[in-house]
């Protein structure tokens, strides 16, 4: 069964984030304070970056659309109503300026060396394992559509529950579900015994 990861960011994953801690950055950045928007910057860029390269995949947009998400936290935080955690908040802001930086791309352009890069993380042994893990299944993703990349790496990647996909990507619960469906059943066609049976 594959299991949601929560690595620290030395290793190129997501580190947990307290959602008190970002309502309390978010009030602050209410008021001005420029401090606690670094902190929550700090906090959320390593984890925008992995969801929004395996998004889109093409390092100058997700620089582009990380920036852009940022930007419209600092400028819009007065926005959030509490309703849903800050990271949905944030993450549903990134999915609909990824989607639009998509619409704007030509044609497909994949970073294929992005999930396979080393990290300075200690341990050879368990970051040789981690990372050939990584590149097989980061193989198998780049063969699946966009909405289905979403749903997995959010469900795996950042620990998110569906109906919290559902709100980030603005859709019912039960098609994050049949999309996380059709994504596991075309990743286990895909890496056929490699890793099929995480799935």
């Avoid at 670094?38 to 959320?44: A, F, G, V």
């Avoid at 984890?47 to 995949?57: E, N, T, Y």
């Avoid at 699946?144 to 990507?169: N, P, Q, W």
């Avoid at 619960?173 to 596991?184: P, Q």
Wanted: aromatic share 8%; with cysteine.
């Amino acid at each position: 069964m594959l299991t949601r990861r929560d690595d620290g960011t030395r290793d190129g994953t997501v580190a947990r984030v307290d959602a008190h801690t970002d309502a309390r950055l978010i009030a602050r950045i209410v008021s001005g304070d420029r401090k606690a928007f670094e902190t929550l910057y700090r906090l959320y860029h390593p984890r925008l970056s992995h969801f929004l390269i395996r998004m889109v995949r093409r390092p100058s947009v997700v620089e582009e659309v990380l920036n852009d998400t940022l930007l419209i936290v600092w400028n819009r935080a007065e926005t959030y109503n509490g309703r849903s955690k800050v990271s949905t908040w944030i993450f549903a802001i990134a999915y609909r300026r990824a989607l639009k930086a998509l619409r704007r791309l030509d044609e497909p352009m994949e970073d294929t060396f992005a999930e396979r890069r080393q990290s300075d993380a200690p341990g050879p042994e368990q970051q040789l394992g981690q990372t050939q893990v990584r590149a097989v299944l980061s193989d198998a993703l780049l063969g699946l559509s966009s909405d289905h990349r979403t749903v997995v790496d959010l469900a795996y990647f950042h620990e998110m529950g569906y109906r919290e996909i559902a709100e980030i990507m603005d859709c019912p619960v039960d098609t994050v579900k049949t999309r996380m469906y059709h994504a596991r059943r075309n990743l286990r066609a895909r890496l056929s015994g490699q890793l099929a049976d995480w799935l």
